[in-house]
């Protein structure tokens, strides 16, 4: 169970995603194209230029890692020390701060810990097809023998379906009466219900109960066939082919059977996620062979190395087989599978609602109603969504005729709105059975801690001290964003939401300061964000799921042995050395007073503490950047002088009578976040005197997204600090985080930048 306030964040692109921008987008505005006629300077911010200045050196090494392939031990082992490289570049450059991860907070919940996927990435851990959920609130003591259960079948090598099976029989045997639904509270409607054109995590965590892929993870975190029945892979690690299984149908939100799932329905698929361009496309540019050509352009569909074979690898229209060409080996393509962007679509039914390929490819098309509603698509997964009421409720049903039906013991899963504006009601709704469980915010922790009841034990004590647990902190990264070349001042949607309080000399001056990387690390530094997190969910675990990277320390290790370059001195890292190592080195060689990786409760971390604040060392880095701003002419975002009332060109002059103006929008009307927009405005102007942190309320979360999250370019983004975005891993490599900062990943919007 997840903290109520954090859980529907989103994936940039999302983001956190994933929000709605798109490799096109990013691409189209860095420059004039050789066909266009030229755009005067006044109307043209040099995207290109301010990330060359800010993100150049990270995107070298980036890119210097990303060519290494992982053909084997040896290349994975040193692309990954590479990867660490940049990613302590990355941090350095201060384009953002690291806030937190989802979970270690404490919650409540019926829901039965181990029995779905907890894999780090992809979207599996948002299946519940196979979880058990009581009737009876867990008790904390039973959940830590499941966990211990769950070590002990991890040695042993016990299958999920054991596991599972055996969890069963134990929370039987104490009393607990296992139900066949879950209900639990969301506070944004899904945008689409088209996965494949889609990167917001409000829309997938959705669908992902609606459709299978290739593959998928089970509760042991092990990745098992799916809609494919067996694969193989080539000597060489290039060609990944797999037969579909003959079982599996397409059916309509009727439950009426439509078609077979074919392997051409991963091929249809494959293409109509790079048509839409829905910001997923770039995670398989330069992993598919021929997919980066077809992005561009310069090559058509039959370039891409996606097709139907028959069991000679030959391409067959009635081929029962998809097989996959890599442009080079990829440790981490398995790890893919369980994502989005390789689940099958039939061709047939997506034509039928206005839909086509490649050139012919017009989502705004007035026929085209492809994944508009969940009328609009065809299922293959555990679940229809067979109610969808904006704002109200989702349900999804199990269908009977679903290939892997025995296998559902959630046969209803519910989905109840909450906009969050009712601080107690998660913790009342859960309490009441209206919902299955909640995270426990600042609010919602005191009524645990004050309201009494009984446990399946007969044991009678407060909510808190019989059912209280932690949650486990997930691979997710928080950041709170840095606009580099703000330009809109109001939310895109409504020019009457968000609106700053900034002059135009304000809003230029704002902008230099965000161009000035000491600038930022004053933010960086200044901020406390042990303080920030505790007005969401308390000072006890306020600091559990602060991060201190982007990518999580531990998210891979080394698995040979490999010396690479640290400043000039070579440095050998034995197999088993942790991605976090490198990157603290790095940091440490360049002399920044940061500490992402650490020894935390016996184990090696990036979270859990705040390496990051350092209010001496804020003070330091504004006084750099004043003094090289200070006097320097002023110019708008688009590189014109800024005159005063004289005709005179205006300096720049900050000091604590005339400080920075930034603006961060935050939802005013919820308790929590309120209270989250007020401690980072004391945390920063408690430090900095040359800083004034302007909070800009609106009303709603929604208004809130339309600052940032929805904006549908870097341009559209109304902030200098944002916090709406979260971003998850899609696979299994440093580069699903690293990615989305590249000039056309999804993250460089929330930078202000293409």
Known sequence: MEDITLKNWKKIGVTAVAAVFTASMAMGLAGCKPDEPEVPKDTTVEYQDIYDAQLGEFYELYEKASQITSADPDSLAERYAEMAIAEAKLLEASVFAPLTGKGGNYAVSKLVNRTYPYVLWGTDNRKYHQALVANEFIAAADRTHINEMYNTALTAGTSADEFNDSVRAYLTEEGYTIKDSYTFSYNQDPTTWDILATSQAVDSEAIVNTIDGLMEYDEMNELQPALADSYTESEDGLTYTFHIRTDAKWYTRSGEAYASVTADDFVAGFQHMLDAQG????????????????????????????????????????????????????????????YSIFCPMNRQYFESQGGAFGADYDATASDYTYGKTPDNILYCGPYIATNATAKSTIVFDSYEGYYNY????????????????????????????????????????????????????????????????????????????????????????????????????????????????HFRRALTYAFDRV????????????????????????????????????????????????????????????????????????????????????????????ALAIEELNGTPLVDVYGNPMMDENG?????????????????????????????????KQSIENVLDEVQFNLVGVSSE???????????????????????????????????????????????KSLGLF
């Open 279 to 338: 910001g997923l496309e770039y995670l398989v540019d330069g992993v598919i062979a021929g997919a980066s050509e077809y992005i561009n352009g310069s090559a058509g569909f039959e370039e891409v190395g996606v097709k139907q074979v028959n069991a000679s690898g030959e391409e067959d229209e009635n081929g029962e087989y998809v097989q996959y060409t890599l442009e080079q080996p990829a440790s981490y393509f398995m790890t893919m599978l369980a």
């Open 406 to 517: 025995d296998h559902i013991n959630l046969k209803k899963i519910t989905w109840l709105y909450d906009d969050g504006q009712n601080a107690t009601k998660s913790f009342t709704d859960a309490v009441a059975g209206t919902t299955d469980g909640t995270g426990l915010t600042e609010n919602t922790l005191v009524l645990a801690k004050e309201q009494t009841t009984t446990d399946v034990h007969g044991k009678s004590g407060t909510y808190f001290e019989l059912f209280g647990y932690t949650t486990q902190v997930d691979a997710s990264a928080g950041t709170a964003f840095y606009n580099l070349a703000r330009v809109a001042h109001a939310n895109y949607n409504d020019n009457t939401k968000g609106v700053s309080p900034k002059s135009e000399v304000e809003a230029a001056i704002s902008n230099a300061a965000m161009q000035n990387v």
């Open 531 to 622: 303080t920030w997190n505790a007005a969401r969910m308390g000072a006890e675990l306020a600091a559990n799921p602060i991060i201190n990277t982007y990518t999580p320390g531990t998210f891979v290790q080394l698995p040979a042995e490999v010396t690479i370059d640290i400043n000039g001195t070579a440095t050998t890292y034995p197999a088993g050395t942790y991605y976090g190592e490198i990157v603290q080195d790095q940091i440490t060689a360049d002399g920044l007073p940061v500490t992402v990786f650490k020894e935390v409760n016996g184990e090696m971390s990036s979270t859990g503490f705040d390496g990051w604040y350092n209010p001496e060392e804020a003070k330091k880095e504004m």
């Open 648 to 680: 005179e060109q205006i300096v720049i002059n900050i000091s604590a009578e005339n400080p920075v103006q930034v603006d961060h929008v935050y939802v005013s009307t919820v308790t929590v976040w309120n209270n989250m927009g007020q401690a980072y």
């Open 702 to 748: 929604s208004d809130w997204y339309y600052s940032g999250y929805y904006a549908p370019a870097g341009k559209d983004c109304n902030f200098d600090i944002d916090t709406t975005s979260l971003w998850g891993p899609d696979y299994g490599d440093p580069s699903t985080y690293l990615g989305t900062l590249t000039p056309t990943g999804f993250s460089v």
